[in-house]
């Protein structure tokens, strides 16, 4: 008896739909491996990290992966699949610092993004706030949303000035009874430069010295370039 042994046909497999990942860093890729050729059935072993064994890998990260197909006789194929994914999203903000110490005046304001930001959640509780204000010094966080559903994490810290204080400095006592020869200095900490000093009520000048005093009470309002103001008695 004679006969003719047959062969099946080549197995090879191909990447016949891929759907890249949605947002930078996600892991909602897909990819589906198809065969043809060789000796039903055919298996599938993929390179991600769980070695899914479907057709159509799931819950893939950026990357390339390698399928391999198995039929029925152990022959086997593969291929490659390469997908790609989502920008960062990127964030641009100008910062308003509070304008004196202990003020509840500061901002912060998105200016500008390279993705669509349709929330805006901040860690003191406010939601869809943009710009943030009324705030007082400190760090904030926000975590914005976009319109394909990425997100992205970034804080700001909203800083304040020194706390500004005066006191009066008596550099030359009155001489004599009746006399305005006393000399007064007021000395400053914190706050912004430049200063200016109303002293008992006066027009405001720069000038922390005072001469020719005569005895009495003195009082000197201080105030800096971003209009804080501190008092000082003598």
């Not at 610092?97 to 860690?123: F, H």
Request: with cysteine; net charge negative.
């Amino acid at each position: 008896a004679s006969g003719t042994v047959g062969e099946s046909s080549s197995l090879s497999v191909s990447i016949s739909n891929k759907t890249d990942v949605t947002c930078y860093l996600g892991a909602d890729g897909t990819a589906t491996a198809s065969s043809t050729g060789g000796t039903l059935p055919h298996s599938y072993v993929w390179s991600d990290a769980t070695g899914q064994t479907t057709q159509t890998a799931i819950g893939l990260m950026a990357g390339t992966y390698t399928v391999q197909v198995v039929d029925f006789n152990k022959c086997t194929a593969t291929t490659t699949v390469t997908l790609s994914e989502g920008d960062p999203i990127e964030l641009e903000a100008t910062i308003r610092d509070a304008s004196c110490y202990g003020d509840a005046n500061g901002q912060i304001n998105i200016t500008g993004s390279n993705a669509t930001i349709t929330t805006y959640e901040w860690d003191n509780g406010a939601v869809n706030l943009n710009p943030l204000t009324g705030l007082t010094a400190g760090t904030y966080t926000v975590t914005v949303t976009t319109n394909q559903g990425c997100t992205t994490t970034e804080s700001y810290t909203i800083e304040e000035p020194d706390s500004l204080t005066a006191e009066i400095q008596l550099l030359t006592p009155v001489q004599c009874n009746g006399g305005r020869n006393a000399i007064l200095k007021v000395n400053t900490t914190g706050g912004k430069p430049n200063f200016s000093y109303s002293w008992n009520g006066a027009a405001p000048t720069n000038k922390r010295v005072l001469n020719q005093a005569a005895a009495g009470a003195y009082t000197v309002v201080v105030t800096d370039k971003n209009g804080c103001t501190a008092t000082a008695n003598y």
